[in-house]
């Protein structure tokens, strides 16, 4: 199936600029068929993937990609950056109000992983202590690894989870940090199941004179329709991606309260990178339009509904969860020992069911055969899959890891079809 060509269907259905691409290279074309393949014929339960509008598509690959604007709106190094100037203002005004803040916004960051490295730089000095969630409990990359620029430039400490509930602990952070004492305080994860109290970790970065920075990536959308708690007010800085539950294309943004405004914006640029994606930013644009409509909160329930959905049945039929549930929209599967995290990634994909084979805390395996997947709702809730759905997705997930067939091919192509 991965070999074939996309449907006869697929293909008269493709927009004129991508019959040019056909035209002019094939392989190019061929390939990015394939992948197309991929994504409508099999469920994509990538928790931090999710499927860009047209609307959003259109926009970065439009003739926005051919313009260099360093710089910042109306303080621009190139010349011919009108456009450019008023499609990057149009980004931060809706990105500010997608999300009910005041704070000043960088759209230019080209991922979440600059936005963040661009904070550090914006209020740190290399040596400066920083204090977030260890990677092996749910972190991410570069909130101090060892082997990312965060842990290369800073002295990294991190706190863990509760070992009985698999939770924050906030009165273990709070002493953690008063035994750190960090410049900088980092709330946010790759793979933690459940609500974030935005408001304590403020108070936990008073009580000890540091700063406080909150990565969004997973969470944002869920943030900005108002179903999970913000960390504006609260924060000093605020960063995301605009991928995920956003559902824009893959970037990242910086909010910062206006103190730090200069600084932020010189550690973008020239500090962390050059010229700006303006047709990436015009992308994210449109998706923070998308946001903005009713839509877009109704969608995020739903990525809330069928995620709960996903869990119970997953737990009916046997499967421990970290946190023994969810309250955003992703889950951590225990494996039990019955199968390893990578074999059962493989094991999925082979049936097109797309998931990532993830550590669960305190994770006696190692990082790339770990006790755990984590599964998401964002994408196939995007494709239309209700909780009924999600029902019988945990069936197929059920019966794949342990080796029942039951015509699992068809049922994937039935829901894969909405």
């Given at each position: 199936m991965h070999g074939s060509i996309p449907s006869k269907a697929r293909e008269e259905g493709r927009s004129r600029a991508t019959r040019r691409l056909a035209e002019a290279d094939a392989d190019v074309w061929r390939l990015i068929g394939l992948e197309d393949d991929r994504q409508t014929t099999g469920l994509q339960l990538i928790a931090s993937e999710n499927i860009a509008s047209g609307a959003v598509r259109e926009a970065v690959g439009s003739v926005l990609t051919n313009k260099y604007a360093e710089g910042t709106p109306g303080k621009r190094y190139y010349s011919g950056c009108e456009v450019a100037d008023e499609v990057e203002a149009l980004a931060q005004s809706r990105a500010k109000q997608l999300f009910s803040t005041d704070y000043h916004v960088n759209v230019q960051p080209h991922a979440g992983t600059q936005a963040n490295l661009a904070v550090y730089q914006a209020c740190m000095k290399p040596g400066d202590r920083i204090l977030g969630l260890d990677l092996n409990q749910g972190g991410h990359l570069s909130h101090g690894f060892k082997l990312n620029q965060s842990g290369k430039l800073y002295e990294a400490h991190f706190y863990t989870l509760s070992k009985d509930t698999d939770r924050l602990d906030y009165d273990s952070i709070a002493r953690v940090a008063a035994e750190v004492k960090p410049k900088l305080i980092l709330a946010g994860a790759s793979a933690y199941p459940r609500l974030i109290d935005f408001a304590r970790f403020g108070e936990i970065a008073k009580s000890v004179g540091a700063l406080f920075h909150a990565d969004i990536a997973h969470i944002a959308g869920l943030v900005a329709a108002g179903l999970h708690p913000t960390p504006f007010g609260h924060a000093d800085f605020v960063t995301t991606t605009t991928h995920k539950t956003l559902r824009g294309p893959r970037g990242g943004l910086v909010f910062c309260k206006p103190e730090f405004q200069k600084a932020v914006d010189s550690s973008v640029f020239p500090g962390m990178q050059g010229g700006p994606?303006?047709?990436?930013?015009?992308?994210?644009a449109v998706a923070f339009g998308e946001g903005l409509q009713p839509a877009f909160k109704e969608y995020q329930g739903r990525v809330l509904t069928n995620a709960r959905a996903l869990a119970d049945e997953l737990k009916g039929r046997g499967w421990r969860l970290v946190t023994d549930g969810t309250d955003n929209h992703l889950m951590l599967v225990d494996l039990?020992?019955?199968?390893?995290?990578?074999?059962?990634?493989?094991?999925?994909?082979?049936?097109?069911?797309?998931?990532?084979?993830?550590?669960?805390?305190?994770?006696?395996?190692?990082?790339?055969?770990?006790?755990?997947?984590?599964?998401?709702?964002?994408?196939?809730?995007?494709?239309?899959?209700?909780?009924?759905?999600?029902?019988?997705?945990?069936?197929?997930?059920?019966?794949?890891?342990?080796?029942?067939?039951?015509?699992?091919?068809?049922?994937?192509?039935?829901?894969?079809?909405?």
């Open positions: 994606l303006e047709h990436e930013i015009a992308g994210k039990g020992g019955v199968i390893d995290g990578a074999e059962a990634q493989d094991r999925l994909a082979k049936r097109r069911i797309f998931a990532n084979k993830n550590l669960i805390p305190w994770d006696t395996r190692p990082a790339n055969k770990p006790s755990g997947i984590r599964l998401g709702t964002p994408a196939m809730t995007t494709r239309g899959l209700d909780e009924n759905d999600f029902r019988e997705v945990a069936r197929i997930v059920d019966d794949v890891l342990r080796g029942r067939e039951n015509e699992i091919d068809a049922r994937v192509a039935a829901l894969a079809r909405g």
